[in-house]
């Protein structure tokens, strides 16, 4: 059963660029894993949202998403770390469409 | 230009079921106004997640969604306050598909 990857971000205002940038390498990763089936990345129109960019990725279960994740989880959250970007990922169901 | 809402929910356990069912008459509401398009609602895998639920909906553009907005924005807050909810809701364009 698909799950979908909801990451919420804080990214302070200055980083911005960089922080968009890097995730142009993370995404290149992301579709290579097995697995992954299709993600959209959003930023938020107004800059001063406390979550200024949000990731959801659908993943084809659950154990995929994991044995992916163990892959990037380091790097990622040593650039996170640099970059003062406070990250907040969940796995979901869809509970409902409407 | 369609803008996608994301509104993101801290819900207290003991109140899930009641904010669940509450939602389907938010959501009977939202799929009546002018200019929205779809949504998606999110439940969280593990239930101690930060986010519990995480609603996605696409609108037509910024106006119609505050359009919306005004009409039930007095009634939710107040919901979501007997509730003991957190919610944080942003507007946000989509950078990029991958």
Chains 1, 2 share one sequence.
Do not use: C, D
Request: no cysteine; charged share 20%; proline share 5%.
């Amino acid at each position: 059963m698909p799950v979908t990857l909801i990451n919420v971000f804080s990214v302070p205002a200055a980083k911005e660029p960089e922080f968009v940038q890097w995730w142009q390498g993370v995404k290149e990763h992301i579709t290579k894993q097995e697995g992954f089936i299709s993600g959209t990345f959003h930023n938020s129109i107004k800059a001063e949202s406390r979550f200024n960019f949000i990731n959801v990725a659908i993943w084809e279960n659950e154990e995929v998403y994991w044995k992916a994740y163990e892959t990037s989880v380091t790097p990622m959250k040593a650039k996170l770390g640099e970059l003062g970007v406070e990250m907040t990922p969940a796995l979901y169901r869809v509970a409902f469409e409407y």
